[in-house]
T-cell receptor, first 115, second 114 residues
């Protein structure tokens, strides 16, 4: 069964450094998402992306964050000048259609640790 | 805004016991409801969904019924197995205003002992 893949599985970065989290969505999917889960807290929506532009973003997704689809397969989340509070599990998801009843398929996540 | 409230865990059961994980929601529109499961070391997997009132989602012996009158979507399984040990997340998606984002509950960790 096709799946969403994320790399790396664990990223350790010094505070203030830039980090890029990578995702390969399911190949025929058109809608892409990033979520994060701070330890012990809820999974939170960050951003959705369609047709090479952001379609929705949360309050968390400030100027520190950016997303990109640099080629036909990858979907990346960049965090500039990381802060300690950015430590979390980051999940990528994709879906093949829009609409609230369309399931989103998730990757295994990247655990980001900021030191 | 929209929100999901799940029963606090962890939940520990013996094999073949009956499982209920409560989930209630608040939404401005008419949401779709989901249960996702996260097995140890893995990502979130869709377990089941329901898109309108009185719909019953089911998969792998798990069931949940969309109850609009009580704004609930409780997860049930009649006889749990050790392999069901995981974290279960209730979630909604409310397309009112064009949003497809998922809003999650905090998750409930289930441990099933042999």
């Amino acid at each position: 069964e096709p799946e969403v893949t994320q790399t790396p599985s664990h990223q350790v970065t010094q505070m203030g450094q830039e980090v890029i989290l990578r995702c390969v969505p399911i190949s025929n999917h058109l809608y892409f998402y990033w979520y994060r889960q701070i330890l012990g807290q809820k999974v939170e929506f960050l951003v959705s992306f369609y047709n090479n532009e952001i379609s929705e973003k949360s309050e968390i997704f400030d100027d520190q964050f950016s997303v990109e689809r640099p080629d036909g397969s990858n979907f990346t989340l960049k965090i500039r000048s990381t802060k300690l509070e950015d430590s979390a599990m980051y999940f990528c998801a994709s879906s093949d259609d829009r609409g609230s009843n369309q399931p989103q398929h998730f990757g295994d996540g990247t655990r980001l640790s900021i030191l | 805004g929209d929100s999901v409230t799940q029963m606090e865990g962890p939940v520990t059961l013996s094999e073949e016991a009956f499982l209920t994980i409560n989930c209630t929601y608040t939404a401005t529109g008419y949401p779709s409801l989901f249960w996702y499961v996260q097995y140890p070391g893995e990502g979130l997997q869709l377990l089941l969904k329901a898109t309108k009132a009185d719909d019953k989602g089911s998969n792998k012996g798990f069931e949940a019924t969309y109850r609009k009158e009580t704004t609930s979507f409780h997860l049930e399984k009649g006889s749990v197995q050790v392999s069901d040990s995981a974290v279960y997340f209730c979630a909604l998606s409310d397309s009112q205003g064009g949003s497809e984002k998922l809003v999650f509950g905090k998750g409930t960790k289930l441990t099933v002992n042999p």
